[in-house]
């Protein structure tokens, strides 16, 4: 197994016959350009744009991919079995768009348990994302993108 930053996080498929992984996560949508480019330099990919989806070989390393606009940002599913890709997404240091981007019309004082595309988002996308920074870096990403007080409450009650 290798060292990789907890996010995105990545799914080891080794257990199901695959020896590849399974990377499934949120970015900005400016990101997702920096995505595909990691596959192009990867696979010399061609890029046409920034959200699509296909499947890329070069030699013993593939990548089958998914970049779809969604959440305000970009949802990114991929499964790779090049861990030189995979390093390079890491280095890109990607975070999620916050909630209050995924969702501009959602009220976080009137939200009681997170259902439907809001539970997915929170589940498979956020959740891991927040729950591996510490303190000083939550702080930093609610600077960074003006988090209200009422998205500070809600991120603090649902904080793993």
């Known amino acids: 197994m290798h060292e990789f930053r907890d996010y995105p996080p990545k799914v080891f498929l080794k257990d199901r016959g695959v020896f590849a992984y399974r990377l499934e996560f949120a970015t900005l949508e400016k990101d997702a350009e920096l995505v595909i480019g990691a596959l192009a330099a990867q696979f010399n990919w061609p890029i046409h744009e920034p959200f699509q989806e296909g499947k890329a070989r070069q030699g013993e390393k593939a990548a089958h991919f998914s970049i779809r606009r969604e959440f305000g940002g970009a949802v990114v599913v991929m499964v790779t079995n090049s861990i030189e890709l995979i390093e390079k997404i890491d280095a890109l240091q990607l975070e999620?768009?916050?909630?209050?981007?995924?969702?501009?019309?959602?009220?976080?004082?009137?939200?009681?348990?997170?259902?439907?595309?809001?539970?997915?988002?929170?589940?498979?996308?956020?959740?891991?994302?927040?729950?591996?920074?510490d303190a000083k870096e939550r702080e930093s990403y609610l600077e960074r993108y003006l988090a209200n007080e009422d998205w500070v409450d809600f991120l603090s009650a649902r904080s793993g």
């Open 96 to 133: 999620p768009p916050p909630p209050w981007i995924a969702f501009p019309d959602a009220d976080p004082s009137a939200m009681g348990s997170l259902q439907g595309s809001m539970e997915y988002w929170w589940d498979w996308l956020f959740s891991p994302f927040w729950n591996a920074q």
